[in-house]
Structures are given as structure tokens and as C-alpha cells.
């Protein structure tokens, strides 16, 4: 392939983050070539530097670790880091790019990340990565499990390259990598489309100086505090400070520094995060140390997400742990300790002033560095807060055709919306470029699988430090030298990080080279791993199923991390159980079934039709099932938006767009009567409008909607001037006189919900009430609006709307959840009673006009559709998503996707962002002609069973059957069906079904092998 060849591909994706690495996949696998392209050394992102993820408590590393893998093995991603984009030519569909990549000193195809050269370098400097908190040598590794495994000089602090003086490394080099005359390289490629991912920077509280960071040792940011608790971490993992290195005792979070603030240096909206991940240090603090005392100074807890609530309870009840509601200042500096104090309001005891060990500063999200400069090349526009500006019906598309957005450089955001909106670009860009599919796309190829049926067993252990994770508890070394010892281990093995390309590579090349016939991986958690490994043994020409995860992290060294020799002991254990087992492990094959092309989604709200619409825009054809008579759904009664888009002309030109589509086939009035079938070969029947229909689908997407709670409080339903805040904007949009002449309003927040029936927040009510005060106010602007609210959550950048209700006079009253407001009948209008917290006094409003937030509940479409497509309910209701960060819009269940309300409360524009995510992951498998079966599944001995049918009632994804059989009436395995739980093996009274992969044999080998061995 030529030059010219190399540098042609679809899509040009921006950032290595969280958001940008899940496009290149998803994008990868629906097709399409990737160039994806970071101006970091390695891939990674923010996130890379977090130690876990909330609400959780998955490592980061491990969520990304697989991912950048993935990525790297992936023939249609080309990665390149340490890239800069100079200047964007073109068109949608044919983008050209100018890319400068910077010199590494280093050749990439010659350095193997040994790190000698590392070790020689005489010049010590701050390491950026650890937060300037330790410190690194001038040529180093990005970090640890950077991807690509490859050191870099820095030239502002390498002698050589500063003064000509010392040329060190390139001596000790044994691979003569290092080339400290590299010039940088500029070259251009051309792409159908461009993502761009960028990310986000960190508040630097330096820049206002007021909370003593950079001069006060102790103070440091909730970043410097990640790396602290990391593994990886400037202390491997031990929480000190950075003073003296010893542990604190006491410890303060102060929220939102450089957010929610209009004076000079700071930010006018809310980072969205930081409230969260400040409770999740707090809890992680605390399992480092569970005497520590820990204070979180706070003004609304904006526990909005989906878990959040229980997540804040959860930290909320740990021992000496106080949430305090005030603003603070930052004291002074104890000379004699370093300690700090801070001063804070009470209700009770007016302004105190504490001394902590150590201050934590939960710092907001910036847009990235020189983002001005990016726009510019791109050619986009910004927000007023320099954001990428995104159409107000369409967040993930740009003001330029052909360039989309996601992740945080939308505006601030968790990791999960992250992810949704890097499969939704990945829809996105296929509807653009849907005659390049496969067009440049290269198949992944792996060696020959090895026959090693008559070898004698040679079974190798490899143990993983996992950073610190594991290391820092359980003695690695005498785990590797005890596994030796075991029978049929040829060798034992360790890696610092074994989910590191480089280190996953240096496994297979050992099976390679050592001749092994199994693997034993003593590391995480085969839950997010497993896979990762499993093709490592495919990269060696070994069958995948000769691998056997041993988990010595989550089940040893987290739950006994104080208790260090046992711990080992423990782990001995668990590697000899594993290595048991593996000797039992037996080749299978997984097999390839036909992919139908065609899609069925459940529900014809904005989340069906938008997810409808994208599959069919990229040539699939949709059956677009509703219930009602007519498609729109909740958003029927939507008006406008906060930011004051028109709700209804979108959705009369969305519904037209569906219904004028010749790919989509709408059925109103329609009943789902029965489910069958897999991922790929789906078969539905339908009642619609008094007729039976059948449809066969490879994929289906859920998206069901919600309800809105109808109150039995307040005199709701007593009174017709007592509203929901739907009601009350379907007024507003009417015209009603009533709202029109009314002088007082009053609404009441969080009812229905954040309370012991409903325990979480329904995300959507405070904005609502914003939007519908302003829309008063507009209206009338002497009527008196008061909001009785528990939290202000308007996180992100609605938060400018907040302080502009404010602004305008509308009233906030904070109420507690033991102080609920009370309202009555008085005359022709209410008096409101509701007792205040600062004053300490009852407060009585009058109102004309009384509004209720009630909550978002789910619907009962979602429960019946739960159950027919067997998909799971959160304890709420609503659907639970597959993992919350790394698969968010995905069923446990193969090929069904979920999306909008029906996952969990959502404004229009997140709902928007979620449907296209999933319509990009479904059209990642109706894209391809075959998909893959488990090799690991349940089979029967038709000859010992008895067709009494107990597995299949133990069965929940309905995966077995009765046959008939020349043997009579036999129960069957449908194998695509079969999750491998094994409910069916231990109902089965003959034990005439079996789970493959998990013999009676190899697990019998494995408890024997978990009884101490007999002493000679």
C-alpha cells in the first residue's frame, strides 16, 4: 500500500479520551476506517488519571484499559499521538487535514517501553501525569499503561536537546531507539468526517488564588487528590499529604471551585461532576482509612444521575463523615503543622473557623486549552462559555456539516453520557458516509489455532501487580515462585500491568515461545478482562477457551487489603484452584449466525423516532412499533425547552420525517405479543389495530418512555389550581387566562420522588420549574414566583438559568425532606406553609396558582417489554443498562439497545444524544452479515434427560425448549440465547444438561483444589 493509500480514511476523530476511543470503535466495527488522533503522548484522556469511577467504584484504568487494546489491535484504527491538527480543508465527505506530529526523540517501531533509558537519565523533573506531586525523568513513559508503550524526550528539560550536554539514553539504548534529531513531521490525510473529541481541561485555582492552592501545601485539587489515591499514584496508593508525607486524619472537600461563580476568574455554570466524584473520594478515603474524619462544605448536592441519589446516601452514612451547607473561605496556614483552616456559616452557631490536615478543592471542567485556536481550524462555533456550539435539536452535531462533537467538549458531562454520545457521532457519521461502509475496511487475521490435544499439559501463571492495586497487599513474587511449584505449571510469570498492550503482548509471545498449552491469569476481574485475555490466546494460536481468569484483586487484595499475609495465603489459593481447573479446559469453537438487516423499535416518543430515522437514514429497514394512535409521546405536551427552542415544529417535522420514510413502518395502536429469537434472528409478533402482524429483526431498540407521576399530595386533584409543571406549561402554551391574571405562584419541588418509595432524583424537575418560572416572568413580570426546592439541581450549563430566575426576582426556599411544605385552601387561592431552615421560623406564602414537580416514573410499557425482550429493571423500574460506563445504552441481553426516559429521566436533548447511541451500536451489528456465538454454553445428553422441563423454567433469557427427537420430547439449548449462568445444570435432576466450560470435572478438580494440601 502506497502513501497516498495509508493516508485515506473515513473518519478523523480528535482526542484519545473516554469518548473519542469508544467512536474509533464503535465506528471500526459498523465499517469504517479511523484515524484517531491525540496531542497527548498516549491515548487516555482525562480519565487516565482517575483512580475509580462512581457510582460504581470500577478502577478507571480497567474500564479504559481494555479499550485502548481494542483499539490498538484493531486493523481499521490507525492511532497516532503526539499529533497536532494544523488546518481543515474541504467538505462534508471529503474533509482534508493537515496533521503536524512532534518529534518523540524516540522511534516508535524501535522502542520496546523497556525503560532503561528512563533508568540512566540524569535529569529529575515534576511528573505532569502525578500532578507535578512526584517526579520523572526528562525521557519517560507517559504512564504505565500508555498506549502506545513508548517513552518520550521532553525537550524543555533534556540537556541535550536544551544545551548539547548529555546524550546518556542513547548509549544505554539496546534497541537504538533513541534519535534526539527527530525534526517534527507534517503530513495530511483525507477523511469523509470528523469528530471531534477533545475533552476538557481542569479548573487551576492558582488563577484566583483564593483558596491558598500553590502556596499551602496541604490544599490540593480534587485531580492532585485522584493521583493520590491511584495506585499508580506519587504514593502508590497510600493517602498522604503532600507536606510531610503522613496520613491525614481530617480531611475537607470544598465544592464548586471555579464553578457556579460570576466574579472574575471563575465559571458561570456547574462542572456536573463534581459533586459525585467528591463523594466517591470521601467513601474511597474512608476504605483507605476508616477512622478518617471527612467534611464536604457544599451548597446543593446535584446527585441528579442515574444511582447518584444512593450514592450520596451511601457516603452520607459512613462515620464521621459531615456534609455542611455553607460557602467557605480558606484560612491561613499553620506554620508549626501545615495544617489549614477554613471558615464556614452554621445555622445554629453562626461563623466557625476548623483546622483540617489536609483541604481538597473539587475543581470544575474548563473547555480544553486553546480552544479558540481549535475552532478556528475546524471552522466551528462556541458558547458563550467557548463550548462547542451544537444545533439545539441535535447536540452531537456542530455548526460545520460533516464535523460532530462529543464528550465533555459539549459542555460538562459524566463518563456515561461521554460514551452515549460517541456511539451517537458513530451514528452520525455512518448516515453520512453510508455508501463508504466497508469500503476501506481491513479483516483482523490470526494465526493458525494450534492442535495441542496430545501434548502433556504445560500450563503458564502469569500474576499481575495491577499497579499497586494488587501489589501494595498481596506478595507477588511468592505467589509466582508457589505457582511454579504447582503440578502442570511450566512456568509462572508477572506483569505490573498484564491489561497493557505491551505487557498483553509479552503473553502471547511467552505461550508462543514456552510452548503453553494453558494460561492462568491471576489479576481483576474477568468481567471486563476476560475478553481482552481470551483474544490474547487467539494472538498466540491458542484456542481462547484454554484461558483461566483468577481474580486476586476484587475477591483478595480490595477485601483484605489489611491484612497482607493473608492475603498472599489467599491468593496462593485462589491461583492453585485455578490452575486445577485448567487442566480440565477443553477447546470450543465459537460459531458465526446470519444477521437479518432489519430493526424493531419499541416506542414512537422522540427516542424511537430519532433512533428510527438514523437506522433507516443509513439503509436499514425499521419497524416502528407505538402503542398509542399517534407517534410523539411525552413530548407531546413539551412546548419549549429551556434554552427556548420550539418543542412542537420539531416534533411535527420529526414525525413527518418518520412516517414520509420508506425504510420505517410505523405501527400505531400496537400491542407486542410475544418475543422470540436472538441477536441477529429476532422474530416479534404484533397486534396492531386489530390485526396480527410478524416481524423478523437482527436488533431491537427499546425506548418506551416514562409517565409522569400524578400526585396524592397538596390538594392535587382537589383543586384545578393545583398543577404538575407540565400542566401548568401546556397553560402557558394555551394562553389560559387564569395563569395569565395570576399575581403568585408557588411551586414545590422533588414531589414524588427522592423519597423511601421512590429513592432517586428525577433529574428533569428543577430546570423545569426554571423554564417555567421565566416563562411567567416573560408573561407577567410582576408575578411573584417562589420555588420551595430541597437541591437546585441545574447541573451543567443550565445553571446560567438558574442565576438568571434569580436575577429576575424569582424566589428560592430550601426545605428539608423531614420539613415538607404544607398547603391549604384559603379563599379563592392557597397558603403555603413551609418552615426554613436559616431563619428557624415557619414561612407562609400565599399563591393563586400552586405547581408540583412531580416525578418521572416508568412506565408500565417498560415493565411489559422487561419482560417479553427478558431485559432488566432496576429497583426503580426503569431499564438497567448493561454496565453503566463501559455499555450504557446496551442490554445484558445481545442486541437489544435501550434509550431515552425508559432508561432513566432525561432532557430532550440528552434523549436525543442516547437514541442516536443506540441506533450507532445497533447498526453495529446490522451492519455485518454474521454474528459471533459463545463457545461457552449449556448442551444436552438427550439420552439421560427426562423432558421434565425444570431447566426451563429455571432459564431467564428463555434459551431452552422442548424438541422433538427420534429419543421422543427432549429439552434443546438455542446457543446464541444461553448466557452460560449455569441455572439449569443445578435444576436438572439427571444432570442430562451441561454447561460447557464449566465441567463437573474442572470444577470438582477446583474444589478438591481449594481443601489444604495434605502435609507429608
Known amino acids: 500500500m502506497n502513501s497516498a493509500e495509508r493516508n485515506i480514511g473515513d473518519v478523523l476523530i480528535v482526542g484519545g479520551g473516554i469518548s473519542g476511543i469508544q467512536a474509533a470503535l ?115 513513559i507517559y504512564f504505565s499503561q500508555a498506549v502506545p508503550l513508548v517513552t518520550y524526550v521532553d525537550p524543555e528539560t533534556c540537556l541535550y536537546l536544551k544545551e548539547g550536554k548529555c546524550q546518556i539514553c542513547v548509549g544505554a539504548c539496546k534497541t537504538n531507539a533513541i534519535d534526539l534529531h527527530q525534526k517534527p513531521e507534517t503530513f495530511q490525510i483525507e477523511v469523509g468526517a470528523i469528530l471531534l473529541s477533545p475533552g476538557y481541561s481542569t479548573f487551576d485555582p492558582k488563577l484566583r488564588g483564593d483558596f491558598g492552592y500553590g502556596r499551602m501545601q496541604n490544599v490540593v485539587t480534587s485531580l492532585d487528590f485522584e493521583r493520590i489515591l491511584c495506585a499508580t499514584g506519587p504514593y502508590e496508593g497510600e493517602v498522604l499529604r503532600p507536606s510531610d508525607k503522613k496520613h491525614p486524619h481530617k480531611i475537607a472537600w470544598i465544592q464548586c471551585v471555579g464553578s457556579r461563580q460570576v466574579t472574575p476568574g471563575g465559571n458561570n455554570y456547574c462542572s456536573a461532576v463534581c459533586c459525585a466524584y467528591s463523594q466517591k473520594q470521601v467513601i474511597l478515603a474512608k476504605d483507605h482509612s476508616p477512622t478518617l474524619q471527612a467534611t464536604i462544605f457544599h451548597n446543593d448536592v446535584r446527585a441528579y444521575g442515574k444511582d447518584f441519589e444512593r450514592f450520596h446516601q451511601r457516603a452520607e452514612k459512613l462515620s464521621d463523615v459531615r456534609f455542611i451547607r455553607s460557602y467557605v ?84 458531562l459524566d463518563i456515561p453520557e461521554s460514551v452515549v454520545t460517541a456511539s451517537g457521532a458513530d451514528a452520525l457519521v455512518g448516515q453520512l458516509l453510508s455508501n463508504r461502509r466497508h469500503k476501506l475496511e481491513r479483516e483482523r487475521v490470526y494465526p493458525v489455532e494450534k492442535d495441542v490435544s496430545q501434548e502433556e499439559l504445560k500450563i503458564g501463571v502469569v500474576v499481575c501487580y495491577c499497579g499497586a492495586n494488587i501489589g501494595r497487599v498481596v506478595n507477588i513474587p511468592e505467589v509466582i515462585e508457589y505457582a511454579a511449584t504447582l ?109 437479518d438487516h432489519t430493526a424493531l423499535v419499541v416506542g414512537g416518543g422522540v427516542a424511537g423516532m430519532t433512533a428510527s430515522l438514523n437506522m433507516a437514514e443509513q439503509g436499514f429497514e425499521v419497524y416502528l412499533v407505538e402503542k398509542d394512535d399517534d407517534l410523539g409521546g411525552m413530548a407531546r405536551r413539551l412546548h419549549y425547552t429551556l434554552e427556548g427552542t420550539e418543542v412542537q415544529p420539531f416534533l411535527a417535522e420529526l414525525v413527518k420525517k418518520v412516517y414520509r420514510h420508506p425504510s420505517i413502518h410505523v405501527w400505531t395502536d400496537a400491542t407486542i405479543e410475544d418475543v422470540s429469537g436472538y441477536v441477529g434472528n429476532f422474530t416479534t409478533r404484533v397486534l396492531s389495530q386489530g390485526r396480527v402482524r410478524e416481524v423478523k429483526h437482527g436488533v431491537s431498540v427499546l425506548a418506551t418512555g416514562a409517565a409522569e407521576y400524578k400526585p396524592t399530595e397538596y390538594l392535587y386533584g382537589e383543586s384545578e389550581n393545583v398543577l404538575t409543571q407540565l400542566e401548568l406549561e401546556e397553560r402557558i402554551a394555551a394562553g389560559d387566562e387564569k395563569v395569565k391574571a395570576a399575581q403568585s405562584v408557588v411551586m414545590i419541588q422533588c414531589v414524588g420522588c427522592r423519597q423511601a418509595d421512590r429513592n432517586y432524583c428525577s433529574r428533569v424537575c428543577c430546570n423545569q420549574a426554571i423554564k417555567n418560572a421565566l416563562k411567567l416572568k416573560q408573561i407577567n413580570p410582576e408575578v411573584e414566583v417562589q420555588v420551595i426546592f430541597r437541591d437546585m439541581r441545574t447541573y451543567g450549563l443550565k ?20 420539613g415538607k411544605p404544607v398547603v391549604e385552601a384559603e379563599g379563592a387561592g392557597f397558603k403555603v406553609t413551609v418552615p426554613d431552615p436559616v431563619l428557624g421560623q415557619k414561612m407562609e406564602l400565599e399563591a393563586d396558582l400552586v405547581v408540583l414537580a412531580a416525578a418521572v416514573i416508568p412506565s408500565e410499557a417498560s415493565q411489559e417489554a422487561g419482560k417479553l425482550f427478558k431485559v432488566s429493571n432496576n429497583p426503580d423500574g426503569f431499564f438497567q443498562e448493561a454496565h453503566v460506563k463501559l455499555r450504557p445504552v446496551d442490554f445484558s441481553a445481545d442486541g437489544v439497545f435501550l434509550c431515552g426516559t425508559a432508561h432513566y429521566p432525561k432532557h430532550l436533548t440528552e434523549t436525543i444524544s ?103
Open 26 to 140: 464503535d465506528l471500526a466495527n459498523s465499517g469504517f476506517r479511523v484515524f484517531l488522533v491525540d496531542k497527548s503522548p498516549a491515548l487516555g484522556g482525562k480519565m487516565s488519571q482517575l483512580d475509580k469511577t462512581f457510582p460504581t467504584n470500577d478502577c478507571s484504568m480497567c474500564i479504559e484499559s481494555p479499550k485502548f487494546i481494542e483499539c490498538s489491535r484493531n486493523p481499521n484504527i490507525e492511532i497516532i499521538t503526539y499529533t497536532e491538527v494544523d488546518r481543515v480543508e474541504g467538505e462534508a465527505g471529503d474533509f482534508k487535514v493537515t496533521l503536524t506530529k512532534k518529534p518523540r526523540y524516540i522511534s516508535e517501531e524501535k522502542c520496546t517501553g523497556c525503560n532503561i533509558c528512563v533508568d540512566y537519565c540524569p535529569v529529575k523533573i515534576p511528573d505532569p501525569f502525578n500532578q507535578n506531586l512526584s517526579e520523572n525523568k526528562a525521557v519517560h
Open 329 to 412: 473561605t480558606v484560612g491561613r496556614e499553620i506554620e508549626s503543622s501545615k495544617n489549614v483552616t477554613i471558615r464556614y456559616s452554621t445555622v445554629d452557631q453562626g461563623v466557625k473557623e476548623e483546622e483540617f490536615d489536609m483541604v481538597v478543592l473539587s475543581v470544575g471542567l474548563n473547555p480544553p486549552k486553546d480552544v479558540e485556536a481549535l475552532a478556528a481550524k475546524f471552522g466551528i462555533e462556541l458558547t458563550d462559555q467557548k463550548f462547542c456550539k451544537n444545533n439545539p435539536y441535535n447536540p452531537i452535531e456542530t455548526s460545520r456539516k460533516g464535523i460532530f462533537v462529543s464528550g465533555a467538549f459539549q459542555g460538562p
Open 487 to 595: 503440578p502442570n505449571v511450566s512456568w509462572a510469570g508477572e506483569n505490573l500491568f498484564a491489561c497493557s498492550t505491551e505487557n498483553a503482548k509479552q503473553i502471547s509471545d511467552a505461550i508462543v515461545a514456552k510452548g503453553l498449552n494453558r494460561v492462568v491469569l491471576a489479576a481483576c476481574t474477568p468481567r471486563t478482562h476476560e475478553p481482552l485475555f481470551r483474544d490474547t490466546c487467539r494472538e498466540a494460536g491458542l484456542n481462547q477457551y484454554f484461558f483461566e481468569f483468577a481474580n486476586i484483586r476484587e475477591h483478595c487484595s480490595w477485601v483484605h487489603s489489611r491484612e497482607k499475609e493473608n492475603a498472599t495465603e489467599k491468593a496462593k489459593e485462589i491461583v492453585r484452584m485455578s490452575v486445577a481447573r485448567a487442566a480440565h479446559l477443553e477447546p470450543l469453537q465459537e460459531f458465526q449466525l446470519p444477521v
Open 799 to 818: 445553571e446560567v438559568y438558574y442565576r438568571e430566575a434569580a436575577n429576575q426576582n424569582v424566589k428560592f426556599i430550601r426545605y428539608e425532606a423531614d
Open 914 to 1016: 442516547q437514541a442516536l447511541g443506540a441506533a450507532g451500536r445497533a447498526v453495529g451489528i446490522l451492519s455485518r452479515e454474521t454474528v459471533t456465538a459463545s463457545g461457552s454454553v449449556c448442551d444436552v445428553d438427550e439420552s439421560s434427560c427426562v423432558s421434565c422441563g425444570a431447566c426451563i423454567t429455571a432459564c431467564k433469557y428463555g434459551a431452552i425448549s422442548f424438541a422433538d427427537t427420534p429419543k421422543g420430547k427432549k429439552a434443546r439449548v438455542e446457543p446464541i440465547l444461553c448466557k452460560g449462568d449455569g441455572l439449569c445444570n443445578a435444576k436438572c435432576p439427571t444432570r442430562a444438561i451441561y454447561l460447557k466450560h464449566y465441567t463437573d470435572d474442572a470444577i470438582f478438580a477446583q474444589i478438591d483444589a481449594a481443601l489444604p494440601p495434605a502435609r507429608g
